[in-house]
T-cell receptor
Framework: QKEVEQDPGPLSVPEGAIVSLNCTYS??????FMWYRQYSRKGPELLMY????GNKEDGRFTAQVDKSSKYISLFIRDSQPSDSATYLC???????????FGAGTRLFVKA | SAVISQKPSRDICQRGTSLTIQCQVD?????MFWYRQQPGQSLTLIAT?????????ESGFVIDKFPISRPNLTFSTLTVSNMSPEDSSIYLC?????????????FGPGTRLLVL
């Protein structure tokens, strides 16, 4: 079993839709949870960051962490074609910088 | 956030040769990380490069195959040695956030390697 599971998609939605991206994990020691966005032929860029449980909102993006279920989510409201990218979840514990990444979900937002 | 650049951005190499990838960070960082990203797969950590000490390699990666240099706090190189087609991948360097902000990593644009 992988430490982090993420559905690779692809996920195709119409412009304006609400997008839900999810990851599950097995290591209860994870405390830091990140979402990265990776455009084609680019490196990953940090999108959202959450420590421990709870919600965090930034503009159209909301990150949720449910540690009891070992489940994290990223919601994108009013999705735009420019949101078309691969979204990678990532997480680590407090013991250092070793970060475990999900496989990434490819998202296509159709105009 | 730190600005990270990599050279070359892409290369096509012959089997059996070696390629050195350079990574430059615009500010001083203690740790730098090298990742491999194969098509449709997650990022896999190759090694952690600390200035002034030997790199720490993850399981499945060895120094003879992926020698790393870290001559100062803003620069690192990764060499892919004796390449085979299985080494075709995207290689990414990464560094932690330098000042303020969350304790997480920022990435360079990647080096796209094709081995024939």
């Amino acid at each position: 079993q992988k430490e982090v599971e993420q559905d690779p998609g692809p996920l195709s939605v119409p412009e304006g839709a609400i997008v839900s991206l999810n990851c599950t994990y097995s290591n209860s020691a994870f405390q830091y949870f990140m979402w990265y966005r990776q455009y084609s032929r680019k490196g990953p860029e940090l999108l959202m960051y959450t420590y421990s449980s709870g919600n965090k909102e930034d503009g159209r993006f909301t990150a949720q962490v449910d540690k009891s279920s070992k489940y994290i989510s990223l919601f994108i409201r009013d999705s735009q074609p420019s949101d078309s990218a691969t979204y990678l979840c990532a997480m680590r514990d407090t013991g250092g910088f070793k970060t475990i990444f999900g496989a990434g979900t490819r998202l296509f937002v159709k105009a | 956030s730190a600005v990270i650049s990599q050279k070359p951005s892409r290369d096509i190499c012959q089997r059996g040769t070696s390629l050195t990838i350079q990574c430059q960070v615009d500010s001083q960082v203690t740790m730098m990380f090298w990742y491999r990203q194969q098509p449709g797969q997650s990022l896999t950590l190759i090694a952690t490069a600390n200035q002034g000490s030997e790199a720490t390699y993850e399981s499945g990666f060895v120094i003879d195959k992926f020698p790393i240099s870290r001559p100062n706090l803003t620069f690192s190189t990764l060499t892919v040695s004796n390449m085979s087609p299985e080494d075709s991948s995207i290689y990414l360097c990464s560094a932690p956030q330098v000042a303020g902000g969350p304790e997480t990593q920022y990435f360079g644009p990647g080096t796209r390697l094709l081995v024939l």
